[in-house]
């Protein structure tokens, strides 16, 4: 009769799958592997998500896509996936692994995370040029010199989202519309650096979906001189 030569159980206890026991074979094999980051794009528009083509947001979609991404080193696998948390930048997920190795059923389970990837899908990005997330609105004198700086500003930070998609002149200066909160924050920053003006920020709320709020925000520089 086999002793697990880690455990001690035998084979009336467990099964075995070579020299050790179920159990410890799958301690030291890890037989499914979850890549550590899963990104999935997903439009901002239209809310369709990326899984080899772009397709409307479902959680068939994201399980078929998860099938795909997982490395399964099982016989006759089937793979359950469930969704305990759906959020705006993310999503996790769980999975029962059934197979049998050699002839042993094995049953393997887990977690993991999906981040949503926020992107412009082709149609939108064609259609709808005028996305923006923040307004800066430059004010005080030579507006277009500033708003010209501002600008620059919002081009040269990283991410996706380092543009001006619309300029508006106003009576009171220049709205600038610019693709992402977060740049049109770390541009206030740098003004407020730079100039010793205090930035003014306001929020408007631009939707609530799902109990969650959507917020656009407006941040007025008005320069001194
Ligand atoms: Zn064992
Ligand atoms: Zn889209």
Redesign the pocket.
């Known amino acids: 009769m086999k002793v697990c030569p880690k455990c001690g159980k035998t084979e009336n206890d467990v099964p075995f799958i070579g020299y050790f026991c179920r159990d410890c074979y799958l301690e030291d094999n890890p037989v499914v592997q979850v890549p550590e980051k899963i990104e999935v794009p997903v ?6 998500i990326y899984t080899g083509r ?1 397709v409307a947001f479902s959680l068939e979609a994201l399980r078929d896509w998860l099938r795909k991404k997982l490395r399964v080193g099982v016989e006759d696998a089937s793979i359950c996936f469930s969704f305990p948390e759906v959020e705006d930048d993310g999503a996790s997920f769980l999975y029962v692994v059934k197979g049998n190795i050699s002839g042993v059923p094995v049953e393997v389970s887990g977690r993991g995370e999906i981040q949503w990837k926020k992107t ?2 082709p ?2 990005a064609r259609e709808s040029g005028g996305y923006y997330e923040a307004i800066i609105q430059v004010r005080g004198k030579n507006p277009e010199a500033r708003a010209e700086e501002v600008a620059s500003l919002v081009a040269r930070e990283r991410g996706e989202y380092n543009f001006v998609s619309k300029v508006v002149n106003r009576k009171e200066g220049i709205d600038l519309y610019v693709g992402s909160k977060k740049i049109a924050e770390k541009v206030a920053r740098k003004i407020e650096r730079r100039y010793g003006i205090k930035p003014v920020r306001s929020y408007t709320l631009v939707t609530e979906r799902d109990g969650k709020r959507l917020y656009r925000l407006t941040v007025a520089l008005h320069f001194k001189d």
Do not use: K, N
């Open positions: 439009c901002v528009f239209c809310e369709r772009w412009l899908c149609r939108c």
